[in-house]
Structure formats: structure tokens, C-alpha cells
């Protein structure tokens, strides 16, 4: 919110796992039970997601490359929470990075190969700011994002996670709400 750095701590016993259709989840679950892999569970806050978690032993990427060969998955990730909160957040595998304005295609081009990093997109009405992705699916984004704000070449880098959100119902205070023409 001011600019400071939030810590997050990444968890050792669960994953984010990422199914290509809700009709998909629960073959997949019995999959990845039976072949030892963990057990699969909706996210409180959002329980027909198509992203679950997935309780395992140890969160290590040789697990996860275990586990993404599962037909039913479109991708395995990182849980983490942040300081004060419970709720968890699933790693998306990508990060937003603004860079300097005056860096050319080519300057660009060296930064991600820097870092091992590839351009997905360029952020539209943001300028200067692309969305990038490690080049090996096992890389810590978290990390790479670290490394990136402190390069003169940027001015920010952020992990982009996804995260159940808590609907809140609003209630109508004005008397006449009823009679508005829509």
C-alpha cells in the first residue's frame, strides 16, 4: 500500500493446482490420491473454483513436475500467505515489471535474459510495464521479482497471485431504490 515490501511466506505442505474444467476435479483428485501425490480440497472462500489445493507431504518442485503430468491439470503452483492473514494466495507463474522508460527493445530484450525471464505481454494503457514469466516452470517467481526491483533497470516488480475473493452484499439504504427505471 506504501510502497514497502510485504513478506510472504511460501508453504511447505500444500500446492496450488489448476484443473481445465470443474468436471475435470474430481478424476484428477482420485488420480493424484492413488499415486500418493496428496489430497485435493476447495479453497474455503471459493469452493467452485477451478483452482484447488492440493495437501502434499513436501511442496518441492520435484512434486510439482509430478504432479502437472496429470491430464486434468492445466498447471501446478506455490501457496503462499501474507504476514497477518490466513487466506492463502496461488502463485500464477508470472510477474508485472515496470522498467525504466528510456530502456530500448534490445536493453529489454538483455533484462529478462538476465534473469531468465521471457515477455508474455505488455501491460495495455501501463506504460512501460510488461507482464514476464521464468523460463524454467520451476523458478520461483517470488524470488525473481526480489532480484528484478533491485536492478537499476526497473522501477517495480511484482508477483501477480491468484486469491479467492470474499463477495460482500450491499444493502440498497435510499427508500426509492425500488422505483428507478433500469
Known sequence: RDGRKVRLTRSTDELGVQFRSGDDVQAGARRLASAGHGTVEDFAAAPGARIKRLRVAEASAARRRWVRQDPALV???????????EAPVVSSGTMAVKVRGDLSDDQRAALWND???????????LPDVYLVKPVDD????????????????????????????????VSVSDKFYNLQWH
Request: a negative charge; glycine letters at 4%; hydrophobic letters at 35%.
Open 75 to 85: 498447471d501446478v503452483r506455490s501457496v503462499y500467505r501474507f504476514d497477518g492473514s
Open 115 to 125: 534473469y531468465q525471464t521471457v515477455e508474455v505481454d505488455a501491460f495495455k494503457g
Open 138 to 169: 520451476d523458478a520461483d517467481e517470488v524470488l525473481i521479482a526480489e532480484q528484478l526491483v533491485e536492478d537499476e533497470r526497473t522501477r517495480w516488480a511484482h508477483p501477480n497471485f491468484y486469491r479467492a475473493a470474499a463477495p460482500h452484499q
